[in-house]
């Protein structure tokens, strides 16, 4: 029987490719976006849902029990609503890093409150929580969105073990470069201050993509939805909560826990205390 997915942010990017490709596999979504009035012509079988996770909570919760309705339930939450702040910290407002947070991880939180209830009620969920692998491997200057980012993956790392009683998975997905217009709204969040302090950041944007672009490191944003369809169906091993996707995002990951190991056995004199082996330190303490 085929699902019912719900999609936030489908407007554009990620969530537009995601669920142009599970309506062609027949199956049914919702679809939000802070104006329906936006959302394409490929996306009429769905049912359009407004949703802006600067709402306060309790208007965000009443949308996802909304979503919930157009269908009698949900199988599938594919949280990807959300932007990148950019600038060096240094200069970043509290007021514009706490509306980074609000779209990118409170207002994410705030619809998965929502329906948690609905999906421990039928035995049955899952939640896919777009990251980015920016949210464990960060550059700068995009300080904000990498912390946020990091913060949602800690929440899902919790979140999926204490649903997993339920019948529930919760997933980090952790897109690396796509050909979206993510890059170009991050632009437009630019402050003109930073050029003058932090002149080696000036173009970042451009940069990046042209980086990519020329080493061949571009997602395939129809592989990406097929992956997410396939993991849907098939559920990962017990334990494993990423999703890695697109061809830098792996080589990414696994670079960083090089760096990482190294650090952490380089300073072993430091923190070493007991002689547990990594089994047990595992039985006792748990694991991501």
Sequence with gaps: MSKIWLITGANSGLGLALAKYVLAKGCKVVVTA?????????????????????????RIKAAGVEAWKAYGHIDVVANNAGYSLTGPVEILRADDIQAQFKSNVFGQLSLIQALIPLMRERGSGIFYNFSSIAGF??????????????????????????IVPFGLRAYIV??????????????????????????????????????????????????????????????????????????DCGQRLLAKLDVIRENVEGTKEIWSSTDLSPEEVKARYGSA
């Design 137 to 162: 491997a960060g550059n700068s200057p995009f300080g904000a969105y990498n912390a946020s980012k990091a913060a949602l993956e800690a929440f899902t790392e919790a979140l999926t073990k204490e």
């Design 34 to 58: 802070r104006d329906t009035a936006k959302l394409p012509s490929s996306l009429s079988a769905a049912k359009a849902i407004a949703l802006d996770l600067n709402w306060p909570d309790e």
């Design 174 to 247: 952790e897109p690396g470069f796509f050909p979206t217009n993510f890059l170009t709204m991050a632009k437009s969040t630019e402050n003109e201050a930073f050029k003058t302090l932090y002149p080696q950041f000036e173009g970042i944007t451009e940069k990046y993509h042209a980086i990519h672009v020329k080493d061949g490191q571009v997602g395939d944003v129809d592989k990406l939805s097929a992956r997410l369809y396939e993991v849907s169906e098939k559920p990962l091993a017990e334990g494993w909560t990423r999703i890695p996707l697109g061809p």
